[in-house]
């Protein structure tokens, strides 16, 4: 019978991890709430695998997982995440994970896969990880990504090729798969010539050279912007962003890379909201609507908004809903909630730099509501995660310090605060707005302030 650890700060799912896997997995289960709790008896006591969710209040599961490396300790890991996303797969893979699994609202099929991926990684720690299995977890995180991605083998082939890629370059995985040669390049530059990944270990002037303007450079990843030619002919401009990735024992097995149109968003303020003041609705791809006072006053803005609300909170259709939300804003550009929802409906669609823009105007309108504030500083902190931009992280770290000042027992605002500084390595600062939130949380002082859009619709 397997021994497995499982360690989460939420009792809920410990408690049914445990149930599941003792029962249909034929497990001996521990359980622990804290990462500092496990370091503790694992010197100890030793497992067949170990189970540690990401986002903990004092160790993360990747700090936690760098301690078990550091000490020479191989029991394989898997990394239980609901947040950091594409970014943290990547960072667990770097760091010696052997498996990384996402949380989502349905828990049976991922205890299913987690049952699953006990067995794989256990036996893989008997057998070896060979290149295959490596690819394998290569190829993995990019389907992991819910932006354009692909990876290519340490002989420049591709080995994956995601959804969002065969969107974005009109190329299927099964026609992609297997090339090499630059050939991955041809369907943004119309030749093959060597793309960002290529690029990872050169120097900084190499890649201007090949007319890339670099945007940050950190521990091997690099994101970086260059222009090409759309297929209607005009200019396009394509971030990127690559890393190059690694085994537990430091060696080199591939490379990802991520790619974006940011055609029509490239000219939008990010690094601060009061950069966009006196923005009008033109500035957001919204009409202005003068003259409209009589629609107005017929309340045609109103029934626009009600109809974006509803089709988005109801059936989550988020392009029908923004165009509801234009409509709205025509006649009436000064409605605070319908650049908010509509922000909102943005973001859903990872149309997040319009999405700031956009929830922006709406702090212009009412800055002190709580509940424009937290969408505004949550983009904000989205967007700098995504980037690896601190200055945009401690712009987050603002807006949710301004919200705070107004309502300082709003937990989900220092749990996120924590996230942000989490991100730009304030270990110490993090813990202390972690444990501001868990505090909140447990004596019931939890007091949020925004809308009841259940009753509204």
Not at 334 to 346: G, K, N, P, T, Y
Request: charged letters at 30%; glycine letters at 8%.
């Amino acid at each position: 019978m397997l021994s497995v650890l499982v360690i989460d700060d939420d009792a809920e799912v410990l408690s049914v991890t445990r149930l599941f896997l003792e029962r249909f997995g034929n497990m001996k289960v521990r359980t622990a709430g804290s990462t500092k709790e496990s370091l503790a008896f694992l010197n100890d006591q030793a497992f067949d695998a170990i189970i540690v969710d990401y986002d903990m209040p004092e160790i993360n599961g990747i700090e936690f997982l760098k301690i078990l490396r550091s000490k020479g300790d191989l029991t394989p890991v898997i990394i239980f995440t609901g947040v950091g996303g594409e970014y943290t797969a990547i960072e667990a893979l770097n760091n010696g994970a052997n498996f990384y699994l996402k949380k989502g609202e349905d828990i049976q099929p991922q205890l299913r896969e987690m049952a699953d991926m006990i067995r794989r990684a256990v036996e893989g720690k008997t057998l070896g990880r060979g290149i295959g299995t490596t690819q394998k977890l290569l190829s993995d995180a990019v389907h992991f990504f819910r932006e354009p991605a692909f990876a290519i083998d340490r002989d420049g082939k591709v080995i994956a090729w995601n959804d969002g890629m065969a969107a974005l370059s009109g190329v299927g995985a099964g026609d992609m798969i297997g090339k090499k040669d630059y050939e991955y390049a041809v369907p943004f530059f119309g030749r093959k010539v060597p793309m960002l990944m290529d690029m990872v270990f050169e120097d900084p002037a190499i890649i201007r050279q090949n007319n890339y303007s670099i945007i940050a450079q950190e521990q091997g990843t690099i994101t970086a912007w260059t222009k090409s030619t759309g297929t209607d002919g005009g200019e396009q401009i394509l971030w990127m962003k690559a890393t190059p990735l690694f085994d537990g024992r430091g060696i080199f097995i591939g490379i990802i890379g991520a790619i974006r149109d940011i055609t029509h968003t490239v000219g939008t303020v990010l690094l601060d909201p009061q950069a966009s003041e006196g923005a009008g609705p033109e500035k957001t791809g919204v009409p202005t609507g003068q003259g409209k006072m009589f629609d107005r006053l017929l309340g045609r803005s109103k029934a626009n908004y009600m109809e974006g609300l509803r089709l988005y909170y109801r059936e989550g259709r988020y392009e029908d809903a923004i165009a509801a939300f234009d409509r709205a804003l025509e006649i009436d550009p000064s409605h605070a909630f319908a650049w908010h929802d509509r922000a909102v409906c943005l973001r859903a669609l990872e149309r997040n730099e319009e999405a700031l823009a956009s929830v922006t105007k709406a702090l212009e309108l009412a800055p002190a509501d709580e509940e424009i504030l937290f969408t505004c500083a949550e983009t904000l902190q989205k967007i700098g995660i995504l980037m690896n931009d601190d200055k945009i992280l401690s712009a987050a770290v603002d807006a949710f310090n301004r919200l705070l000042e107004k309502n300082p027992e709003n937990a989900d605002a220092w749990n996120n605060m924590g996230i942000c500084v989490q991100e730009m390595n304030r270990d110490d600062l993090a813990r202390q707005y972690f444990d501001r939130a868990r505090d909140l949380k447990k004596f019931k002082k939890d007091r949020v302030r925004k809308r009841n859009l259940e009753t509204i619709v």
